[in-house]
């Protein structure tokens, strides 16, 4: 469980989050939702404490991150972003097993989750020895995933991941992060303003605006049948 606890952000004289409450429960899907600039990167990154509070806290299983080492906490928990950031110059099968080996597995280990995770979000061995830029987008997502839970994470967080990838493949994505989040129990935090995505794979959903406000959180269903406002009606589309 993720708790952000009266949690503020500011930059400068800018105010990105402001007194922002919610529980992330263990096992499940939250996803927050609101448009471009409404904190939602600043708030998922606060939980590997990419992003540090101005004041709040925010605590995983009952823990304050602020107490723990920032790169400790890095390599425990998944981190996906749009922009996949592969190392150009390593292949996909490196790629993956490097992020176990630098969080302390063996060689061996490191190499067979790697390539469990790959197989598991559908990279066969024929892409084993490609460079990222010999992928689709798509597939390079793909490898991202694989990437992110090569170090066995709890936890996944995930910022705006599938935004760069089409619409047919997007889904494909959505359908198999389901399956695997259901398969490994995964904790995810999942970043996006695309309403159709957000109401298909929640279990829990977060509309935000500006500040990251929440003007309405509970299962999709819920916020489907009983908009809070106009503000949740029109981001949802309904
Ligand atoms: P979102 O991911 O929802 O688009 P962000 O969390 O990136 O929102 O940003 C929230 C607000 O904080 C925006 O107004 C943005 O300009 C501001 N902001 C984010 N990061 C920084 C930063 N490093 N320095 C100054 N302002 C920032
Ligand atoms: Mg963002």
Known sequence: MIEFDHVSKRYGEGIA?????????????TVVMGLSGSGKTTLIRM?????TPS????????VDVATLDGVTLRRSIGYVMQ????????TVLENVTLIARIAGQSAETARRNAI???TMVGIGNALFARFPQQL???QQQRVGVARALATKPNILLMDE???AVDPIVREDLQDELCRIQRDLGLTIMFVTHDRGEALKIADQLVVLSDGGY?????????LRAKPANDFVRKLLGL
């Open 55 to 62: 004041s709040g806290s925010v605590r995983i299983d009952g």
């Open 17 to 29: 989050l402001s007194d922002f409450s919610c529980v992330v429960p263990t096992a499940k899907i």
């Open 47 to 51: 939980v590997n404490k990419m992003v």
């Open 116 to 118: 469990d995770m790959l």
């Open 214 to 222: 929440i003007e309405q959180a509970g299962p999709p269903t819920q």
């Open 161 to 163: 991941p599938f935004g």
């Open 83 to 90: 922009e996949v950031g592969l190392l150009p110059h390593k």
């Open 136 to 138: 689709s987008g798509g």
